[in-house]
């Protein structure tokens, strides 16, 4: 099981209800409970956060004007949500291909499937616990030491939260996106190679 980004609760969720099930769990950029870090002023999207745990009926509004976007003009959505990247990150969101790519991610996201983003940003923000009801053997958390979206520290959290083997794979001068970039085929590949009898 993979979760990137806010992605990591709900696999951790869903791991944990399928116990015994889940062989692997790979974490991307994951963001771990609001609580884990000490000051969350740096972090990209915390003041979407923030406006989700104290006023949800706003943020559910805000989300009307990223849907608007989403649909009639998307690279100016990737713009603002690239503004204040770290590391690759920036890069990589002038890179065409990823643009289109991320472009259709945000229309699957805001236009079609609104009410599950709100719903997962709810969830997201009042995540207190739980770490300790994963049951995957094995877990890996890949993660950008320059990640401002889910800060290293979170990343760090996570490992020593969870009850089980956990390990932490970290890239140099990555950020949120580009640690997904280059952990995919490096789990594709722990995928393909994973010895069931282990």
Excluded at 45 to 66: D, E
Aim: neutral net charge; hydrophobic residues 45%; aromatic residues 10%.
């Amino acid at each position: 099981m993979v979760g990137f980004s806010i992605g990591a609760y709900i696999a951790l969720m869903v791991s944990a209800q399928l116990s015994g099930r889940v062989r692997q769990l790979h974490l991307v950029s994951a963001a771990a409970p609001l609580a884990s870090l000490k000051n969350t002023d740096d972090m990209a999207g915390a003041r979407v956060f923030n406006l989700a745990k104290g006023h949800p009926r706003v943020f559910s509004a805000l989300t009307t004007i990223q849907v608007i976007l989403a649909r009639f003009a998307p690279a100016t959505l990737v713009q603002i949500l690239f503004s204040n990247t770290n590391g690759k990150d920036q890069e990589l969101s002038k890179s065409v291909q990823f643009s289109t790519y991320i472009e259709s991610v945000l229309r699957e996201c805001f236009v079609k499937r609104r009410k599950g983003y709100v719903r997962d940003i709810h969830h997201y923000v009042n995540w207190q616990n739980g770490l300790n009801q994963c049951s995957a053997p094995k877990t890996y958390v890949w993660h950008g030491l320059d990640d401002n979206w889910a800060p290293f520290e979170m990343a760090e959290h996570l490992v020593e939260a969870l009850p089980r083997q956990a390990e932490l794979i970290s890239f140099e001068g990555l950020s949120h996106y580009s640690s997904l970039m280059q952990a995919a085929a490096l789990i594709c590949e722990r995928i393909a190679t994973f010895d069931e009898s282990q």
